[in-house]
Nanobody, 118 residues
Framework: VQLQASGGGLVQPGDSLRLSCAASGRTDSIHSMGWFRQAPGKEREFVGGINWSLGIADYTETVKGRFTISTDKAKNTGYLQMNSLKPEDTAVYYC????????????WGQGTQVTVSS
């Protein structure tokens, strides 16, 4: 499975941004897609994930109610809709995929930078 993330940019606090993650290769084997982020000087953290078939998503507490993960299986693409962005959301965002419910994600896209600043 290959993943290509896109959609990052520079936005102001309160703005919205949608990241995309296009999957290719053995997309029929994807069990779930996760979104992660890494801010400067910090460890990579889990933002949220979605069951590829069921469309059920979960989120870390800091983004609940602001971020929404979805998929378009016809396009083999996952999305991370980010609303009410805050400066602390600034990070490099990564999408990842796994083929089972095990904790690790073996497939990763390249990161896309999201900067929230006035």
């Amino acid at each position: 499975v290959q993943l290509q993330a896109s959609g990052g940019g520079l936005v102001q606090p309160g703005d919205s941004l949608r990241l995309s993650c296009a999957a290719s290769g053995r997309t029929d084997s994807i069990h779930s897609m996760g979104w992660f982020r890494q801010a400067p000087g910090k460890e990579r953290e889990f933002v949220g994930g979605i069951n590829w078939s069921l469309g059920i998503a979960d989120y870390t507490e800091t983004v609940k109610g602001r971020f929404t993960i979805s998929t378009d299986k016809a396009k083999n693409t996952g999305y991370l809709q980010m609303n009410s962005l805050k400066p602390e959301d600034t990070a490099v965002y990564y999408c990842a995929a796994r083929q089972s419910s095990t904790p690790t994600y073996p497939y990763w896209g390249q990161g896309t930078q999201v900067t929230v600043s006035s």
